[in-house]
C-alpha cells in the first residue's frame, strides 16, 4: 500500500493530470460538436441510434486507460534512471510487490480519470445515459482490463527499450496506432477492410465498445465475446509485463 500511494503521487503532478483531462476532452466537446452536423447518427448495438457526439464522447471516456497505461511505463524508466528501483529494493520490497504497486496505481488513476472524464462529460452524455446493474458491470470490465492491457504494454516497453527518450517516442507512436485503428472515432465496421483487420487485434476497439454497450444499454451477443479477447489480451499482455520485468538487472 505505500507504494501504491508512493506512485500515485509520483504520477499525479499538474503536466500529466492537464494531459489526461483535456485531451479526452478536447475530443468530446471540439471535434464531437464540430462534427456533429457533418457526420450522420449511428446504429450502437442493440439498433439503438445516437448523434455523433455521443458516440464520440463515450469513446474518449475510454483513452484515459491508454494515459494511465503510459504513466505505468514511464514511472518503471523514471525510477531505473534515478536509481530509485535499486534502492525499493534494498528495502522491505519484493520484484512482485513493485510490479503490482505499479499496476494498483495505474488502474486507480485510469479509472478515477475515467470517471472524472465522464462527469466532465456529463452534460454531453447524459440525456442517453441508460444505467443498469449489467451495464455498470461492463464498464467496470472494460475499464479495468483496458487499465490492465495498457498498463502491462507500457510496462514491458519501458524494459525493452533503453533510454527514456525512446521510450516516450515509440510509446506516443503506439498510443497513436491504437487510438487511429480503434472504434473511438468511428465504428470499426465502416472502416477499410484494411483497419477492419488491425481494429480486430486492437484492445482499445473492444475497450471502447463493451464501454458503449454499457453505457448506452445497447448489449448484443458480440459484447461477451469482445470481453473474452479483451480479458485474453489482458492477461496475455500481463504475463509479457511480468517475464519482462524479472529480466531486469539490478
Given at each position: 500500500?505505500?507504494?501504491?500511494?508512493?506512485?500515485?503521487?509520483?504520477?499525479?503532478?499538474?503536466?500529466?493530470?492537464?494531459?489526461?483531462?483535456?485531451?479526452?476532452?478536447?475530443?468530446?466537446?471540439?471535434?464531437?460538436?464540430?462534427?456533429?452536423?457533418?457526420?450522420?447518427?449511428?446504429?450502437?448495438?442493440?439498433?439503438?441510434?445516437?448523434?455523433?457526439?455521443?458516440?464520440?464522447?463515450?469513446?474518449?471516456?475510454?483513452?484515459?486507460?491508454?494515459?494511465?497505461?503510459?504513466?505505468?511505463?514511464?514511472?518503471?524508466?523514471?525510477?531505473?534512471?534515478?536509481?530509485?528501483?535499486?534502492?525499493?529494493?534494498?528495502?522491505?520490497?519484493?520484484?512482485?510487490?513493485?510490479i503490482l504497486s505499479i499496476i494498483?496505481?495505474?488502474?486507480?488513476?485510469?479509472?478515477?480519470?475515467?470517471?472524472?472524464?465522464?462527469?466532465?462529460?456529463?452534460?454531453?452524455?447524459?440525456?442517453?445515459?441508460?444505467?443498469?446493474?449489467?451495464?455498470?458491470?461492463?464498464?467496470?470490465?472494460?475499464?479495468?482490463?483496458?487499465?490492465?492491457?495498457?498498463?502491462?504494454?507500457?510496462?514491458?516497453?519501458?524494459?525493452?527499450?533503453?533510454?527514456?527518450?525512446?521510450?516516450?517516442?515509440?510509446?506516443?507512436?503506439?498510443?497513436?496506432?491504437?487510438?487511429?485503428?480503434?472504434?473511438?472515432?468511428?465504428?470499426?465496421?465502416?472502416?477499410?477492410?484494411?483497419?477492419?483487420?488491425?481494429?480486430?487485434?486492437?484492445?482499445?476497439?473492444?475497450?471502447?465498445?463493451?464501454?458503449?454497450?454499457?453505457?448506452?444499454?445497447?448489449?448484443?451477443?458480440?459484447?461477451?465475446?469482445?470481453?473474452?479477447?479483451?480479458?485474453?489480451?489482458?492477461?496475455?499482455?500481463?504475463?509479457?509485463?511480468?517475464?519482462?520485468?524479472?529480466?531486469?538487472?539490478?
Amino acid at each position: 500500500m505505500r507504494l501504491v500511494y508512493r506512485n500515485i503521487r509520483a504520477n499525479l503532478d499538474r503536466a500529466s493530470l492537464f494531459f489526461e483531462l483535456i485531451f479526452p476532452l478536447f475530443f468530446i466537446f471540439v471535434q464531437g460538436f464540430g462534427l456533429n452536423g457533418i457526420v450522420p447518427p449511428f446504429n450502437v448495438g442493440n439498433g439503438r441510434v445516437i448523434s455523433y457526439s455521443l458516440f464520440l464522447a463515450a469513446g474518449a471516456v475510454t483513452l484515459t486507460v491508454i494515459n494511465g497505461g503510459t504513466n505505468a511505463g514511464t514511472q518503471l524508466w523514471f525510477d531505473r534512471k534515478n536509481g530509485m528501483f535499486e534502492q525499493l529494493l534494498m528495502g522491505p520490497f519484493t520484484r512482485a510487490q513493485y510490479i503490482l504497486s505499479i499496476i494498483f496505481a495505474t488502474l486507480i488513476i485510469g479509472v478515477a480519470g475515467s470517471l472524472l472524464v465522464f462527469g466532465f462529460a456529463f452534460p454531453v452524455l447524459g440525456a442517453s445515459f441508460a444505467p443498469t446493474w449489467e451495464g455498470a458491470l461492463l464498464i467496470a470490465g472494460a475499464l479495468f482490463l483496458g487499465t490492465i492491457f495498457f498498463g502491462a504494454f507500457a510496462i514491458a516497453l519501458s524494459v525493452v527499450l533503453k533510454s527514456s527518450e525512446t521510450f516516450q517516442i515509440v510509446s506516443t507512436f503506439a498510443f497513436f496506432i491504437f487510438l487511429f485503428t480503434s472504434s473511438v472515432f468511428f465504428p470499426a465496421s465502416a472502416a477499410p477492410s484494411a483497419i477492419q483487420a488491425a481494429s480486430l487485434a486492437n484492445p482499445l476497439t473492444y475497450t471502447t465498445d463493451i464501454f458503449r454497450a454499457g453505457l448506452f444499454n445497447a448489449v448484443t451477443p458480440t459484447v461477451s465475446l469482445e470481453l473474452g479477447v479483451l480479458a485474453i489480451e489482458a492477461v496475455a499482455m500481463f504475463v509479457i509485463a511480468v517475464f519482462a520485468f524479472h529480466r531486469i538487472r539490478v
